[in-house]
């Protein structure tokens, strides 16, 4: 059974940073194609960046609100994705869900329960 | 990217059909064959229902089917069970290596 367990949420200062991390089990970690997705509070979803696989490239893509903000990494050693956050605004405020393109490779199959950050003064 | 446009809301009683419309452009919907949708309850991850517009992944009921014309995309929903009632999103992956959702559907069933 695939698992993604986020962590690292909280609260942090408009302008600080915050990494999150994702563990994954169930799966072929190094052949997964992971992507961090955000949910503000009451609203809708919004998909934040993407890192391949390092066969696939190990390229990264992001969102335009986040690109040059946001850093996603991973560690195929530790079986885990990171989501380094700089530069944190009141509108980043948002559950972070860590998701997967994996057993279906065009579309997100496997999620986490997500991981609260909150940017407030 | 704009989110793609979705209905605030839809309703339908039990046992009836339902359809929730997603509407893009020619760069999204329109130029892609990778739309998905999925099915979110309140404080729950988000779950998987449809893929490449119109295909089930293993476990997901029959009573759940999707369409593409051009640059919309619908998801319909037969036999209406009270456990349907959720919050539906649609996502499109656009030409640019990135992807963009639907604002979200609330359906509810009366």
């Known amino acids: 059974e695939v698992q993604l367990v986020e962590s690292g949420g909280g609260l942090v200062k408009p302008g600080g940073s915050l990494r999150l991390s994702c563990a994954a089990s169930?799966?072929?970690?190094?052949?997964?194609?992971m992507n961090w997705v955000r949910q503000a509070p009451g609203k809708g979803l919004e998909w934040v960046g993407r890192?391949?696989?390092?066969?696939?490239?190990?390229?990264?893509d992001y969102a335009a609100p986040v690109k040059g903000r946001f850093t996603i990494s991973r560690d195929d050693s530790k079986n885990t994705l990171y989501l380094q956050m700089n530069s944190l605004k009141t509108e980043d405020t948002a559950v972070y869900y860590c998701?997967?393109?994996?057993?279906?490779?065009?579309?997100?199959?496997?999620w986490g329960q997500g991981t609260l950050v909150t940017v407030s003064s | 990217q704009s989110a793609l446009t979705q209905p605030a809301s839809v309703s339908g009683s039990p046992g009836q059909s339902i359809t929730i419309s997603c509407t893009g452009t020619?760069?999204?919907?329109?130029?892609?064959?990778?739309v998905s949708w999925y099915q979110q309850h309140p404080g729950k991850a988000p779950k998987l229902m449809i893929y490449d517009a119109t295909k089930r992944p293993s476990g997901i009921s029959y009573r759940f089917s999707g369409s593409k014309s051009g640059s919309t995309a619908s998801l319909t929903i037969s036999g209406l069970q009270a456990e349907d009632e959720a919050n539906y999103y649609c996502?499109?992956?656009?030409?640019?290596?990135?992807?963009?959702f639907g604002g979200g559907t609330k359906l509810t069933v009366l």
């Open positions: 890192i391949k696989s390092k066969t696939g490239g190990g390229t990264t």
């Open positions: 169930g799966l072929i970690f190094n052949n997964a194609w």
């Open positions: 996502s499109s992956y656009i030409t640019s290596n990135t992807w963009v």
């Open positions: 020619s760069n999204d919907i329109g130029g892609s064959n990778y």
């Open positions: 998701t997967t393109e994996y057993d279906i490779l065009t579309a997100f199959d496997y």
